[in-house]
C-alpha cells in the first residue's frame, strides 16, 4: 500500500480571507446600505450592525484557527 504526500491545501485559507474581506467591506463602507436602500428594504439598515459585527469577529477568528491548521499540517510532513 502506497502512502501519498501531497501539500496541504489553502483553500480554506483562502475561503476564510475572502469572507473576512467580505464581511469588513460590508462593515465599513456603505455598500449594503445603498444595496438595502435600491431594493427597499432600507428599514433594517440600523440593524446590520448586530449582525455584521459580530459575522466579522467569527470571520477573523475563522481565518486565524485556518492558517494555524494549516500550518500546523504543514509542519508535521
Same mark, same amino acid.
Given at each position: 500500500?502506497?502512502?501519498? +504526500?501531497?501539500? =496541504?491545501?489553502?483553500?480554506?485559507?483562502?475561503?476564510?480571507?475572502?469572507?473576512?474581506?467580505? &464581511?469588513?467591506?460590508?462593515?465599513?463602507?456603505?455598500?449594503? &446600505?445603498? +444595496?438595502?436602500?435600491? &431594493?427597499?428594504?432600507?428599514?433594517? +439598515?440600523?440593524?446590520?450592525?448586530?449582525?455584521?459585527? =459580530?459575522?466579522?469577529?467569527?470571520?477573523?477568528?475563522? +481565518?486565524?484557527?485556518?492558517?494555524?491548521?494549516?500550518?500546523?499540517?504543514?509542519?508535521?510532513?
Amino acid at each position: 500500500m502506497e502512502i501519498q +504526500t501531497s501539500q =496541504p491545501s489553502k483553500k480554506g485559507i483562502y475561503a476564510a480571507i475572502a469572507g473576512t474581506m467580505l &464581511v469588513a467591506l460590508c462593515c465599513f463602507t456603505p455598500i449594503l &446600505v445603498i +444595496t438595502f436602500g435600491a &431594493v427597499g428594504l432600507s428599514a433594517f +439598515t440600523p440593524y446590520l450592525d448586530y449582525v455584521l459585527f =459580530p459575522a466579522l469577529v467569527i470571520m477573523i477568528v475563522l +481565518t486565524f484557527v485556518s492558517y494555524g491548521k494549516w500550518k500546523r499540517s504543514r509542519s508535521m510532513r
